[in-house]
């Protein structure tokens, strides 16, 4: 016992010494191996974020060694994709502005295609039913003057409904040839022709109403315009007619008057105080 007891002392300093030695190569392990995981799992998660389409993740790692420039690196490469991403939004975004604009600019031109085909239709209806009217308008006519003819001393209230029959006859024949212009689609057949010639044709079609009135202001230096007088007249007679509909017997006033802006351009104006 005395002879071991000097040894056995040693070896409890030894393995006290041991012990100690191994917590701190434990702890000097463990710090190391944080020091390399840690910018590892930052790198990890900023690679999760950019694959998830968060492209602006931020690496907080400030070092000198390889991870510093690899994580460097990982910065620069997640800024380009974030720029890259966005440059892609926006090219996206244009391409499909575009594309609503053509398929709006599609679907209006689908829907005058169709407008114009249901107005081609109504028009061959409209010349089909016209040329069936003329035919009993034009006995009815006959018949009227025969009346007139035969009759040699009719009773007033005769004389009156046969000119009541005459004026309603007629005026069946103008809407009749009206529609019958409205169905005609004609090559325009351009010429020089004043508009206030024009304007004053259409306005002798048009028939007096009470508290209706058309004001006419064209300057007689206006140049001659170039223009198809039967598709132009069509034209203000519409725009004067609708405006007399449009007020539906309240009255108003329609203005018609004109301009020459530059040398080869004349503007016409067709304007009312109705709704």
Same mark, same amino acid.
């Given at each position: 016992r005395s002879v071991m007891a000097p040894a056995h002392k040693f070896l409890r300093a030894m393995v006290l010494v041991t012990l100690v030695l191994v917590a701190c190569a434990l702890i000097a392990a463990w710090a190391f191996a944080r020091r390399l995981t840690v910018p590892l799992e930052h790198l990890t998660d900023a690679a999760d974020d950019i694959a998830a389409g968060r492209t602006t993740a931020e690496l907080p790692v400030n070092r000198g060694d390889e991870l510093g420039r690899l994580a460097t690196s990982f910065s620069i490469m997640s800024q380009q994709v974030h720029e890259s991403r966005q440059r892609l939004e926006e090219k996206v975004h244009e391409r499909t502005s575009a594309l609503n604009d053509a398929l709006q600019q599609l679907s209006e031109t689908q829907e005058a295609l169709v407008?114009?085909?249901?107005? #081609?239709?109504?028009?061959?209806? #409209?010349?089909?039913?016209?040329?069936?009217?003329?035919?009993? =308008?034009?006995?009815?006519?006959? #018949?009227?003057?025969?009346?007139?003819?035969? =009759?040699?001393?009719?009773?007033?209230?005769?004389?009156?409904?046969?000119?009541?029959?005459?004026?309603?006859?007629?005026?069946?024949?103008?809407?009749?040839?009206?529609?019958?212009?409205? #169905?005609?689609?004609?090559?325009?057949?351009r010429r020089p022709v004043p508009l206030r010639d024009i304007v004053d044709a259409q306005l002798g079609r048009i028939p007096k109403v009470s508290g209706f009135d058309v004001g006419v202001t064209l300057d007689d230096t206006l140049p001659p315009v170039e223009v198809d007088p039967v598709h132009l007249g069509q034209v203000i007679f519409n725009l004067v007619t609708n405006a007399m509909q449009a007020m539906d017997g309240a009255g108003g006033q329609v203005k018609i008057w004109g301009s020459a802006p530059h040398a080869s351009q004349v503007e016409l104006y067709v304007a009312d105080n109705g709704p």
């Open positions: 407008r114009r085909e249901k107005l #081609a239709i109504l028009g061959q209806l #409209a010349g089909g039913v016209g040329h069936e009217l003329r035919n009993p =308008l034009g006995v009815m006519s006959n #018949a009227i003057y025969y009346l007139d003819m035969v =009759l040699e001393s009719p009773p007033d209230n005769v004389k009156q409904y046969l000119r009541m029959l005459r004026e309603q006859v007629t005026l069946s024949s103008k809407i009749v040839g009206d529609l019958l212009d409205f #169905a005609r689609i004609t090559p325009a057949q």
